[in-house]
């Protein structure tokens, strides 16, 4: 089916109105006899004013050189949310580390209780109870430290290195 | 992929490996070759003459920052569009809703006519107004279509919808600003 000429010239007044083609001899023949189709073109010419008008209000170098300070001042955010995830990670296995060695000190048989029901009073944890005073104050400071406290790195640390030591340190964790 | 017309995209994601590699020079030229089509849509579309190039700036750097989640289904220009579109959508939000247009920015008018000028540059005011008055969706889809001779294919994949009714808002628009301006 041929759809009608104003139908056709509205689609294709975009295409001539930003300079991508050209009318056909028909086409400017039915846009001097329609009134309705002059009316979509005028209002597309003044679309075409309007962005005339803004591009006087924009200067691309301006804009360029804005946007290249502003990056060069902020820590590149694929850095960051990295540094986010290997602190995880390594504060993960700090703590996989810690529950191993917890559950795997060799016990003395004497030593090894019969758990018959959870005290009313707490948690029952068995595989405290080989431990010394001293080893259960070092378990005890340990789960109170913040997460980011078990990290081989501090925070203060990654904060001085600029994105090239963070990306040398990230390399030498990935492996 | 899914481009609206304008430099060649092959050549932008030369420039996009170019920065990741950590050139300067190929960010800036990204910015140059895109920044008056992101103006062009952020005037017509009611930001302030004033901050047309401020929300510019803004959206090359959010852009830019965040190159690790841009996939190459779109081209850039068309990704540009969408951030550039949801940061007025946020400068709206901030000022509740209300447009601020400005005459201020007027075209001088031309020597040789300026009676004619001083009519079209009215004509472009109202314009500007009028399209203040169409839903969003309309508004986006006409700017992105007249002034970037985008397909509605294209169009669509910057505002999220569907070709069909990217045409129905090209036509509801058209209709609606043609009886504002006759």
Not at chain 2, 33 to 60: I, K, M, N, T, W
Request: charged share 30%.
């Amino acid at each position: 089916m041929t759809e009608p000429p104003c139908t056709r010239l509205s689609e294709r007044i975009p295409e001539v109105a930003t300079g991508r083609a050209d009318w056909s001899a028909g086409e400017a023949e039915h846009l001097s006899a329609c009134a309705a189709c002059r009316a979509e073109w005028l209002l597309t010419q003044t679309a075409q004013r309007l962005a005339r008008r803004a591009e006087a209000l924009i200067d691309p170098d301006r804009v360029a050189d804005g946007v290249m300070r502003r990056l060069a001042e902020s820590p590149a955010r694929g850095i960051g949310r990295r540094l986010r995830w290997a602190g995880v990670t390594v504060a993960a296995a700090a703590a996989i580390l810690l529950v191993v060695r917890v559950t795997s000190t060799p016990r003395s048989p004497e030593t090894v209780p019969v758990v018959a029901s959870v005290p009313p009073d707490g948690l029952f944890l068995p595989g405290l109870d080989s431990l010394t005073v001293e080893e259960l104050e070092s378990v005890l400071v340990s789960i109170d430290q913040p997460i980011a406290a078990v990290s081989t790195i501090d925070a203060y640390e990654w904060q001085s290195l600029d994105d090239h030591e963070l990306e040398r340190l990230l390399r030498e964790w990935e492996g | 992929m899914t481009a609206l017309p304008g430099p060649d995209s092959a050549t932008d994601a030369a420039l996009i490996e170019a920065y990741r590699a950590g050139s300067e020079p190929a960010a800036s030229e990204l910015v140059s070759r895109h920044a008056p089509a992101v103006g062009r849509f952020l005037y017509s579309a009611g930001a302030a003459a004033s901050d047309v190039e401020d929300l510019a700036q803004e959206a090359f750097f959010r852009a830019f920052r965040r190159l690790d989640t841009w996939r190459g289904d779109a081209s850039f220009r068309s990704w540009l569009f969408s951030i550039a579109r949801n940061l007025l959508k946020d400068e709206f939000r901030k000022r509740r809703g209300r447009h601020v247009l400005s005459i201020e920015d007027r075209d001088v008018p031309y020597r040789d006519d300026p009676a004619g000028e001083v009519e079209a540059q009215e004509a472009a005011d109202q314009l500007r107004r009028g399209l203040m008055d169409l839903p969003r969706l309309q508004r986006e889809v006409f700017l992105l279509r007249v002034q970037e001779g985008g397909s509605y294919d294209e169009i669509a994949a910057v505002l999220d919808t569907t070709p069909g009714a990217a045409r129905v808002h090209y036509h509801h628009a058209v209709k609606r600003l043609k009886e504002l301006l006759s």
